[in-house]
């Protein structure tokens, strides 16, 4: 038991590692990446499309077997993976990125009113974004007689405005002279020549690029700039520091990162605070492991009634009585951790049928979940003693295209009359097509997604819905094993802390918020910044809540 906790332990702290960035993917090209990243996802390398964020971000969007879109969060130069985003199909990754960092500014003149109203006014016969500018950015339109008007437009207020206007006679003469936005290439090399000194060292964090140039005389100019490039700017340089030599320079950035007056202090964050990080981690690990060993000590706590889960029995009960199938649906995901839980869970459902001779259905949509479907079912007709009552047939790979997936179950479910339905992983806009296929059969139906814009139709539709955490304690409430309960146990106390420690902090930072400050006592940045603000703190009353007394900035 020693050793099982410590696995677990060393495991959680490998997990906490990942999340300080130790474990970021990083690939030498762009062909590497696209050759690893389609291997894992198990498409061709032509579905993956590079795409740019408002405020600079690169992403890197997949278009993944089951319509979902997988998209990785890539750093500012290079291929490096910083994190990556689960959406339901590439189009609501793309939407997401247009949202990055977007202006929230509400436009008297948008985008799309702007392009029909220039149009119009041009006679043009379409028109189209050719590169961001200094301020701006160059938009092309295609005239009728083969001309090409060239605008800068830039914002004006609330609304758009033309800067400059030029026609040309080709789209290529009006892709010359253009002043494009500097890249972090481009501005080493224009730095260089306006400092005449060569760039001889540089670090990354987070949020800032630094850049070292040594003169002839040795003297060094170290240069902050934003790590991700502004859309407009490109790249944006925030400070620049003077040392006598490449020595000094260096010294004089390492002592400034963790120090409390850095420009970059936003980007080493984890290296002053992750403390806090670590230690709030390990009470959560912690109070894991106690709990765990507390329920195999035969002292743990109880699970409250599932309704779903305990329809198990009588779903499959129901089915042997009137001879027909069970059939269950892990969803169109892939091989994951909310996949592994629903062929857990079936698993289950797959055991009671195996002792009252019930016939099962569970037909997949991903080649790899069919395998270890397969091995599950075959797995647990032996384990129960009847391994000659495993009929291959009842595991089926149906299709990994949704809506002929959708189809083949749908055909599925009318053909055999299933008496009772599981439906648990991920599902998408199918989720209707199966609940009332399996409505119209008069069958039970449990049902589980982790896709919260399903869950209502599911509702709607089945006699049994699993809501949030009981799809992840199902294996906990089926098996009752000490180790699962101890562990759901200490998740719940947990997730107990964590809200504690949010409503604590407000009441500590409201209370902060309302107290009387005396301007004259705080530090000489602060006080030009109280002043320049002209933010009031207000008198702390008993009867003021943090809701109504906000601190208040007034706007000219």
């Known amino acids: 038991m020693n050793t099982r906790l410590a696995t677990i332990f060393f495991a959680a702290l490998a997990a906490l590692a990942l999340i300080s960035g130790c474990g970021q993917e990083t690939y030498a090209s762009e062909a590497e990446y696209r050759a690893a990243r ?43 993976i910083d994190h990556s985003i689960k959406f339901g199909s590439p189009d609501e990754a793309t939407a997401y990125i247009e949202t990055v960092g977007a202006d929230e500014l509400v436009l008297e003149n948008p985008p799309a009113t702007f392009m029909t109203d220039r149009a119009a006014a041009l006679g043009a016969q379409a028109g189209s974004y050719l590169a961001n500018g200094d301020g701006g950015a160059y938009i092309l339109w295609m005239m009728p007689d083969g001309s090409v008007t060239r605008d800068f437009v830039t914002m004006d207020g609330n609304s758009f405005a033309i800067a ?110 992750g403390w806090v990080l670590i230690g709030f981690v390990l009470i959560i690990i912690a109070l894991i492991l106690v709990n765990i060993r507390i329920a195999v000590g035969g002292k743990g706590g109880t699970i409250r009634r599932i309704a779903g889960l305990d ?21 169109l995901g892939t091989l994951n951790g909310i996949t592994v839980q629903a ?20 037909l997949n949509a991903d080649a790899s979940v069919y395998a270890v479907a397969q091995e599950i079912t075959r797995d647990v007709y032996m384990s129960e003693g009847v391994p000659e009552a495993y009929d291959p047939t009842s ?46 059969v008069g069958a039970i139906q449990v049902a589980a997604t982790t896709q919260f814009t399903q869950t209502p139709f599911f509702i709607a539709a089945c006699d049994y819905v699993l809501l949030g955490d009981e799809f992840y ?42 107290r009387t400050v005396d301007p004259a006592t705080l530090p000489p940045e602060t006080q030009e910044t109280w002043s320049t603000n002209n933010q009031e703190y207000f008198d702390w009353r ?8 906000l601190p208040k900035i007034e706007r000219p």
Not at 39 to 50: I, S
Not at 311 to 331: F, N
Not at 542 to 549: E, I, S, Y
Request: charged content about 20%; hydrophobic content about 45%.
């Open 395 to 440: 595991v089926r790979f149906v299709s990994d295209r949704q809506f002929a997936f959708a189809a083949g179950v749908a055909g599925t479910i009318q053909r055999e009359k299933v008496a009772a339905t599981f439906f648990m992983g991920d599902f998408f806009a199918e989720s209707m097509i199966f609940a009332e296929n399996a409505n119209m």
């Open 473 to 514: 304690a199902a294996s906990a409430y089926l098996g009752r094993q000490p180790i699962l309960v101890g562990s759901l146990i200490g998740v719940d106390k947990s997730k107990m802390l964590i809200m504690a420690t949010v409503v604590v902090m407000c009441l500590v930072h409201s209370v902060q918020t309302l």
């Open 343 to 362: 062929l857990t869970i079936f698993a289950y459902v797959i055991r009671t049928a195996a002792r009252f001779g019930t016939p099962i259905r569970l």
């Open 38 to 80: 389609a291997a894992t996802f198990g498409v061709a390398e032509d579905k993956g499309v590079e795409s740019t964020s408002p405020d600079g971000t690169r992403f890197f969007v997949w278009t993944l077997k089951s319509g979902e879109g997988y998209a990785d969060v890539l750093t500012a130069d290079g291929y490096t």
């Open 164 to 273: 400059d206007s030029q026609v040309f006679s080709t789209s290529e003469a009006a892709d010359e002279g253009i002043e494009r936005i500097a890249t972090f290439e481009k501005y080493l090399s224009d730095r260089s020549q306006e400092l005449g000194a060569a760039p001889v060292w540089g670090m990354n964090t987070r949020a800032w690029k630094i850049y070292a140039f040594s003169a002839a005389d040795g003297g060094v100019t170290v240069d902050v700039l934003n790590a991700d490039g502004d859309p407009i700017l490109g790249a944006v340089r925030q400070q620049s520091m003077q040392y006598d030599d490449l020595s000094a320079a260096v010294a004089g950035i390492s002592t400034q990162i963790s120090g409390e007056e850095a420009i970059w202090i936003a980007g080493s964050q984890y290296s002053r605070l």
């Open 311 to 331: 329809q198990i029995d009588e779903a499959v009960g129901r089915a042997t009585e009137i001879a027909r199938p069970v059939l269950m649906v892990p969803g």
């Open 542 to 549: 008993k009867d003021d809540l943090f809701f109504k007394r």
